[in-house]
């Protein structure tokens, strides 16, 4: 056999075996026969099935300590300071250093990408934002720029004091964004977090209307970071596994982004907000004292001028009556997004040789299974 031709073959083999490892690493729950919910999932199951929502990454894993990152999300691909997006943001217990929330509230508009990092990495997510609007074509005359950065404490698992992410690593995630699948577990902004007692991290799941309610997709993408009793389609799977809050001291925080196609104004988008918090709860978390819980909801549906020759806005929006199934959507989203992030995640020893295992899957599975909660 030609030596050309075994290489070959040899490269073949191991490109296999890599991509069937890299399938066990990343099944997700539903590949066990898992469901959450009623409805069904979009193309992705996640929050790039809704149209124009870009992702970017950036993972630091350096040395024995260094176990961080930043996570980007973008509602459009233009220039979000001069076609800002409708959104809202809720706060479910306030425990946290989220920067911008005022004006949102006040305004009902996004101007930023949304940033996700650890706590001491705010203010230097936030400065990275302002260079990245500053140097947009287009934002020549801007003179103020409304980041939106939020964080949950990797401080278990990171040298958070050290503050290692730089404006450069955030800057890295906004160019590395994109459409298509979303990277879960142990990276970006989830890279050094904690969930349940478990590894934590990010994870994502979106839902689609029936034609006969809009066809609307809403996303979610979680940066899991807290506490509670754990359950997974209504099995205290906590407690079977003896892992759950007040136990152990498990504290922490959760991010919950939420974006959907839907023609909704600020006011719904804050309902539809709500309704995601109710997605953490079906989870088993408990929004301690010490967790900043917070959702931020976006509409890519339409956007709004930053500059017009008219003084009014006209959008078509969703009447009340209409949004019930974005509710819904939103809580099964939301909670399929969180359990998403524990399966994807992995063991992981960091600062301080500190070590968080994984959530032990093989046993989650049979648990449910004794349930009759696989199918």
């Known amino acids: 056999m030609p030596l050309m031709y075994r290489l070959f073959l040899l490269t073949t083999l191991l490109v296999t075996v890599a991509q069937s490892l890299m399938a066990q690493i990343t099944k997700r729950p539903r590949d066990y026969g898992i469901r959450f919910g009623v409805l069904p999932t979009g193309p992705l199951n996640a ?16 040395g024995q300590t260094i176990r961080t990152g930043v996570t980007a999300i973008l509602p459009h691909a233009g220039n979000l300071f001069q076609q800002k997006s409708p959104a809202a943001i809720y706060i479910g217990n306030g425990f946290g250093k989220l920067t911008g929330y005022s004006q949102i509230d006040e305004l009902g508009t996004l101007e930023t990408p949304i940033i996700l990092t650890n706590t001491l990495s705010v203010p230097t997510a936030a400065d990275a934002v302002i260079d990245y609007t500053l140097s947009q074509k287009g934002n020549e005359q801007v003179r103020s720029v409304n980041t939106v950065v939020g964080e949950t404490n990797d401080g278990f698992l990171n040298d958070i004091r050290g503050r290692h992410v730089t404006k450069q690593h955030v800057l890295d995630a906004l160019q590395q964004a994109k459409n298509g699948p979303v ?13 349940f007692g478990f590894k934590g991290g990010i994870g994502t799941a979106s ?46 925080s959760c991010m919950m982004i939420i974006l959907t196609d839907a023609p909704l104004d600020a006011r719904n988008l804050k309902r539809l907000a709500k309704r995601a918090f109710m997605g953490l709860a079906q989870t088993g978390g408990i929004a301690s004292n010490g967790s900043g819980d917070y959702v931020i909801a976006v509409s890519t549906a339409y956007t709004i001028p930053h500059e017009t020759a008219s003084s009014f806005d006209e959008q078509k929006v969703l009447r009340n009556d209409n949004v019930s199934p974005l509710f819904m959507a939103a809580i099964e989203a939301t909670e399929e997004a969180i359990i998403n992030s524990l399966f994807a995640a992995q063991t992981l020893s960091g600062d301080q040789n500190h070590r968080v295992e994984q959530l032990p899957v093989d046993k989650v599975v049979e648990l449910l299974k004794k349930a009759g909660q696989v199918h």
């Open 183 to 195: 990277e879960e577990g142990n990276v970006g902004a989830g890279t050094g977090t904690v969930c």
């Open 207 to 252: 839902r689609k209307l029936p034609a006969s309610l809009g066809s609307y997709t809403v996303g979610a993408l979680v940066q899991t970071n807290f506490g509670g009793v754990l359950k997974i389609s209504g099995v205290p799977v906590g407690v079977e596994l003896g892992r759950y809050s007040f136990k152990e001291n498990l504290d922490g």
């Open 47 to 62: 929050i790039t099935d809704v149209a124009g929502v870009l992702v970017g990454q950036t993972t630091l894993k350096q």
